[in-house]
Each structure stands twice: as structure tokens, then as C-alpha cells.
């Protein structure tokens, strides 16, 4: 349950259209502040009255509720997901470096930029077929020792995957010394 000084703050900003900042705020949201967030705007004659607390308010347009949160990842109700905006500022200086670079490269040298968003996939691809590679070897083991050494198909597969392996390495180290 909200306070209620804030809640007659928040009454007053619904008034007088005022801007409400809501700080630290955890993933459970109050029912209060979540009947703001909906915006649940009605029209008697001529003025706008916006529900808050099951009883319709003066509404001004200038009114705007801002609330920020300290968690890296918060997981709200799809009830308030759905109608904010929501901005991410959890931003580290070499992720904002690497994007400013990359927008960089595309406008000067868009033919670098092409060449390492087909390397990237180059890459993710060779990083599935190790994945199914290292898959079908799983499949093929057993707990048995005898079994292994005789079991043909689980030899032909380690030998595929030894090859696959290079191969992506090989590539891996192109995609490296282009970019």
C-alpha cells in the first residue's frame, strides 16, 4: 500500500499537471501507481477525468509519471509492460564504445561493415555445427569401454568432428585477422 502523503502528491500532479518521478522501484508494482500507468481516461462534458484509487480525478494533460528502477533486468506484470515506455540506460562504456564504432564503420567504410555481418554469421553458423557435431558424439557414447573402441560410427563421427573443427578454427582465425 502506497503511502497516503504520496498518494495526495500524486492526487495534486493529476490536478495540476504536474511531472511525478518514482524512484528505486521494485518489481512489485502497487495497484495504485499501476492504475496510473493504464492512463484509464474517461469524459464528463468537458473535462477529462483520469481514474486513480476507483474514484475519477481532474485530469491535465501535462501530467507524466516517470518511474525508475535500480535493477539491471526487472520483470514487471504484462499490465504495466504493455503500456509504458520503457528505457534501458544500464549501459557500460565498452558496449556504448563498440556501438558508436560500429556506426561509424557503416557510415565511413560500409563494405568493412558488410564484411563483419557476414563473418558474424559465418561464425554462428560454425558454432552450431560444433554444437550438433558435439551432440551426435553424445548420442554415440556409451558406458561401456569395450564398446566404445569398437563402435564403428562413433569413430566416423569423432573423425567428422575433427575435421569440423579445424575447419571452423581456420575460419575463426580469417574472421579474425579481417576484422
Request: aromatic share 6%; proline share 3%.
Amino acid at each position: 500500500m502506497i503511502d497516503p502523503s504520496f498518494k495526495r502528491t500524486l492526487e495534486i500532479a493529476i490536478d495540476m499537471g504536474k511531472i511525478v518521478l518514482v524512484e528505486n522501484m521494485q518489481e512489485k508494482v502497487d495497484v495504485h501507481i499501476e492504475s496510473l500507468v493504464r492512463r484509464e481516461i474517461t469524459k464528463y462534458g468537458n473535462q477529462k477525468m483520469l481514474k486513480f484509487c476507483r474514484r475519477p480525478l481532474k485530469y491535465d494533460p501535462g501530467f507524466d509519471l516517470f518511474i525508475l528502477t535500480n535493477l539491471s533486468r526487472p520483470h514487471y506484470d504484462c499490465n504495466i509492460t504493455n503500456h509504458v515506455c520503457t528505457v534501458n540506460f544500464f549501459v557500460t562504456v565498452e558496449g556504448l564504445t563498440q556501438n558508436l564504432l560500429s556506426i561509424i564503420v557503416a557510415n565511413e567504410r560500409p563494405d568493412l561493415e558488410q564484411s563483419f555481418n557476414e563473418n558474424s554469421k559465418a561464425t554462428f553458423e560454425n558454432i552450431r555445427l560444433l554444437k550438433e557435431t558435439e551432440n551426435k558424439i553424445l548420442k554415440n557414447l556409451t558406458p561401456n569401454v569395450k564398446e566404445l573402441l569398437q563402435n564403428d560410427k562413433l569413430i566416423e563421427v569423432l573423425k567428422e568432428s575433427k575435421v569440423c573443427a579445424e575447419t571452423v578454427a581456420e575460419k575463426l582465425k580469417k574472421i579474425n585477422n579481417t576484422n
